[in-house]
């Protein structure tokens, strides 16, 4: 009989992340504190990050331990399974070996929690009583909401309005984790109202959120702020994905000739893909593909600049692919998380050509993901359709060529319904944002002075 599920032993689990910064050549550039253009210190993060977590955003050590109380929650879900998706290579009538890494058994159904377990036990550990965060789709702020629970710290989510409004589940699954969720912009903070002022039915965006999160943090003594993707540390965190998936083909005897994710943020990406950038930097054969949506095409259209991490110009710069800190996504667009900047890291990896990017539209892709759930069961998360998707191009292109994909299911799609309805109504059409739309967006990045 055919392996399908491939379980990691208990004696085999990670106990340490890779830091994939240690290995990229010319390394990632600084974040800058905007008001002077120099390099960012921990001090100065301080109020918003603990320390145990700015060490890691700066760390250039290449193996990080995971502490054991992180490691002891982990076990709930991990190790996650590696699955061949036998039946999908069946109706493909493809030679291609296609495996995926299932990240939808977490607690709150995304690979998200993973992150989210260890900010909340370094916050826990400095005292931090109350956590604030933003979320998009919503899988950040149920997978935080979880966490903070675990440690008994509270937790306060903006929520996009979009979302917010079409995805009311997420906001019962936090409540019942004991969170408390606003819609984003909110009356609750100055830019919220600022907003809301000029453009009352916005649908809000992640930048926007941000801001409200970041203002409740400083403007409180008992609080800290957590983001769910684009960081440093949220990468390290996520490298526990490539570094099991890694032992599992190890397992079967098989190693990938393509490792694909789907790129919102850059954290699942880079948690998968990050674990082989050693093999690749040692003239291994084997390619790094990033996919995101072409009605937000950071990777693929955006500029590579310092930009600000959110609207209102609270954050530090980053230097990233950008679509600009006040891109507002269109509402066409069904799935998932829409943020203007990409992760440093993955940043990084674009420009040393350790990894490509594609993007894709989203008709295809809830086609994907449909093919998907008929074959292999899951109904993937619209993100991780962005995945499916690029895997069945790869699988098909050549399709009596033997090769291994490894693919990365970042969550599954069970408080998406939704959006499937709407793909099955026909309702959902395909839309890449207008290059006029980049160009305008782009052209007021800010400018460093040195
Ligand atoms: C948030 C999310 C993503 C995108 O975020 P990344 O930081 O790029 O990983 C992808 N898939 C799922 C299921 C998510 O919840």
């Known amino acids: 009989m055919r392996q399908k599920h491939i379980d990691l032993p208990a004696d085999q689990q990670i106990t340490q992340w890779y830091n994939v910064i240690a290995d990229i050549p010319n390394g990632v550039e600084p974040p800058l504190d905007p008001a002077t253009g120099q390099p960012i210190g921990p001090d100065k993060m301080g109020a918003i990050f603990p ?110 309005r979009v979302s917010y409004d079409q995805k009311p589940y997420r906001k019962v699954m936090m409540n019942t984790y004991g969170a408390e969720i606003v819609a984003s912009p909110s009356p609750d903070t100055p830019t919220g109202r600022e907003i809301l002022a000029s453009d009352p039915d916005t649908p809000g965006s992640l930048g926007i959120a941000i801001s409200e999160a970041l203002e409740d943090t400083v403007s409180r003594e008992d609080t800290k702020y957590a983001l769910g993707s684009v960081l440093n540390h949220v990468c390290l965190h996520q490298s526990v994905i490539g570094l099991e998936a890694k032992k599992q083909l190890e397992m079967v005897g098989d190693y990938p000739d393509v490792v694909i994710g789907f790129c919102g943020g850059g954290s699942n990406f880079a948690g998968l893909a990050a674990p082989f950038v050693p093999d690749k930097l040692a003239g291994r054969q084997i390619r ?54 990409m992760a440093p890291v993955i940043s990084a990896l674009m420009r040393e050509n350790l990894m490509e990017a594609i993007a894709l539209q989203q008709l295809e892709c809830f086609e994907a993901g449909a093919l998907f759930a008929r074959t292999e069961g899951i109904i993937p998360a619209p993100e991780s359709s962005h995945a499916i998707r690029a895997a069945i191009i790869e699988a098909t292109r050549e399709p009596d060529k033997p090769q291994t994909i490894l693919f990365n299911l970042s969550g599954h799609g069970l408080l998406d319904l939704s959006s499937y309805e709407k793909y099955f109504a026909g309702q959902l059409v395909n839309y890449a944002l207008p290059d006029e739309a980049i160009i305008k967006a782009t052209c007021n990045l800010p400018v460093i002075n040195r």
């Open 288 to 341: 790094l593909l990033g996919v995101e949506p072409t009605s937000c095409p950071t990777l693929t259209k955006g500029r590579f600049a310092y930009d600000f991490g959110d609207v209102s110009q609270r954050t530090p710069l980053l230097y990233m692919y950008t679509l600009g800190h006040n891109f507002i996504p269109s509402g066409i667009h069904a799935g998932g998380l829409r943020y203007h900047g």
């Open 51 to 160: 320390m145990g977590l700015l060490e890691q955003e700066m760390s250039t050590e290449r193996w990080i331990g995971i502490p054991e109380e992180i490691l002891d929650i982990w076990q709930i879900w991990r190790p996650a399974p590696l699955i061949r998706a036998t039946f999908l290579e069946e109706a493909l009538k493809t030679k291609a070996k296609i495996y995926y890494k299932y990240e939808g058994v977490s607690p709150s159904g995304s690979h998200k929690t993973n992150s989210a377990v260890a900010q909340a036990y370094y916050n826990k550990q400095e005292g931090v009583k109350r956590l604030a965060t933003e979320t998009g789709a919503g899988q950040w702020g149920c997978a935080l909401s979880f966490a903070a629970q675990k440690f008994g710290i509270d937790c306060k989510v903006y929520m996009v």
